[in-house]
Structures are given as C-alpha cells and as structure tokens.
C-alpha cells in the first residue's frame, strides 16, 4: 500500500474540520516537476472522503469533554519526535513553535534544518486567527490531550461552540496532517468576520537561515498551483499582498526546501497572502497566509 493510499484512508474516515497538509520536503530546485507531480498525487486523497463514518459520534465527544472542563489552563509544550522530524508545539493556539528535519543538518547550527524560523509571540506556525490575515492570531491556552505518540489535539471552548486542532504525524515521512475543528454546542456556530472564518499561516520563514545579502543563490518564492497550471512569485522585502486565485496547493519555497498547504476541500477557501514583513530579528518573513471563508453550522466539515 503505497503513501497516497494510507492518506487516502486517513482522509475518509474523518468528517469534521478542515483538514490541512502541512508539507516540508526536502527538494532541489532542478526537480520543481518532480516535485509538482507528487504533490498532486496527494491533493487527490481528500476526493475519496465521501459520506459519514461512524467514528464522528467519537470526535464529537472528545470536544465535548474539553467544552465542559472550566479549569485555568496552564501553558506547556508538547513534543513529537519521527525519525524524519521533531516537532515542538506551544498550547497557546496550538501552533508549532519548532521543526526540525533531523535527516538534513543546517551546518551553521548543526542541528537539523528549521523549518519554523522567525517565531515569535504574535506570529508562529499553524497558527490561526479568527478572521483575516491582519487579525491577530489566537494566544489562548488550549486543552492538550495525546491520543498516541503520533497525535496531539488541541481545544478550547469560546461562546457556544469548541475549536480545536489536531496534527497527526507518520513515521518516515515529512508531510503531517492539521485538521481545523468546530463543534457546536447546540445549534449553529457562526465564524463570519467580513466573509472569512479564519486565517491559517505557515510558518513566518522556512531554512536553513540566510542573509540575502552575502547569499545570493537562496531565495524564498511563493507557490501556488490550480491543477494545471503553477504560478511562482519571487518574495521581494517588505510585501504583505493578496493572491486570489483558486488553488489546489500553496506554499513558501526556498533552494532546497518548502513548505506546502493542500487543503482537503479547495472550493471553501479563500484568498491567499504572502507577507515579507521585518517583523523580528531584522530578518524578513517568508510567510503564506491562507483564508477560509465564512462558515455556519453545527460542525465544520470541509
């Protein structure tokens, strides 16, 4: 059984949220078609989710439980360790805080190359915020529960529904899923600011680190990719603009390295972002900023 394959079936027996493949993979720039062809060989998984599966009653009860818990909720981390990657989340917001690619050594650091750089306390990986992308992002403490050694799901409860995120990794491989979850307490939720539910950006830059100006060979592009066609934009400094144009995949790629988005359900997003801001450490972002649009109902299953 192939990798599209597991996916596939990963993808099917999930109903609520939108799910979300986050991407790092280690790529030379000289294999872009490659690179292209394997990626929409996964973006074609989420098509195979049809119907309802049994186990929602299940998920459904395990947002309910974090709903009824009225405790403070202290800060912590949580780490996920493949032999591809660690990962080291924050439970505020549930974002990644740190990614290292253990099997690619960054020699300046010589740990494994980063592929969260640049965070900070109002801008990480993962992270989302309730609207669009100038909105801040979400710095609640959220509920931690480990399903297993693979898996971490974050919620927390707001007026009337619970919002989670749960990543779930695979050993010997890069790609993780984020499934984005809303569940009802009764009735309908409403996530609506302007037309757009919210915002999820990857991380504020990808590695290894650079200085632009002594390194001239590394760059930092913006990929989008409908289907048939990708369009590439060269990052300058300082941007902050708006793709709108739909998409089957997106991301920030560098020499080397990339980050991809593949959303199960394209046809609910919205306009896409990138941002170049000096936000940090005089060292520009390199970021993409993704929109959902506006969403109306018990549980959201994208």
Not at 35 to 48: F, I, M
Not at 169 to 183: A, M, S
Not at 229 to 253: C, L, P, V
Request: one cysteine or more.
């Amino acid at each position: 059984m192939d990798k599209n394959t597991i996916w596939a079936i990963v993808l099917s027996v999930a109903v609520i949220g939108a799910f979300i493949f986050l991407q790092p993979i280690f790529t030379p720039a000289s294999k872009t078609a490659e690179t292209q062809n394997t990626v929409a060989r996964t973006a074609e998984a989420p098509a195979e989710n049809n119907g309802t599966d049994k186990s929602a009653p299940v998920k459904n009860a395990v947002l309910s439980q974090a709903a009824d818990t009225g405790e403070t909720i202290p800060e912590q981390t949580v780490v996920i360790t493949t032999d591809k990657v660690k990962a080291v989340f924050t439970n505020k917001g549930g974002d990644i805080v740190d990614y290292q690619l253990l099997n690619h050594i960054d020699t300046d650091t010589g740990k494994g190359v980063q592929m969260a750089d640049n965070i900070s306390d109002f801008n990480r990986s993962c992270a989302v915020s309730f609207g669009g992308p100038d909105s801040m992002i979400i710095n609640d403490t959220f509920n931690v529960e480990r399903p297993d050694d693979n898996t971490v799901l974050f919620t927390k409860h707001y007026n009337g529904y619970t919002f989670g995120k749960r990543y779930t990794f695979k050993p010997g491989e890069y790609i993780f899923k984020l499934e984005i979850l809303v569940h009802s307490d009764e009735g309908n939720a409403v996530l609506n600011a302007n037309g757009t539910a919210y915002t999820l950006r990857t991380s504020p830059q990808i590695g290894p680190h650079f200085d632009s100006k002594s390194n001239r060979y590394e760059v930092r592009q913006f990929l989008s990719f409908s289907g048939d066609k990708k369009k590439t934009i060269t990052i300058g400094t300082k941007q902050f603009k708006s793709f709108d144009k739909s998409y089957s995949w997106t991301g920030i790629a560098g020499k080397y390295f990339e980050a991809l988005v593949i959303p199960a359900d394209e046809g609910v997003m919205g306009e896409t972002y990138y941002s170049s801001k000096v936000e940090v450490h005089d060292y520009a972002d390199a970021q993409a900023l993704l929109t959902r649009r506006q969403f109306s109902g018990s549980d959201m299953a994208d």
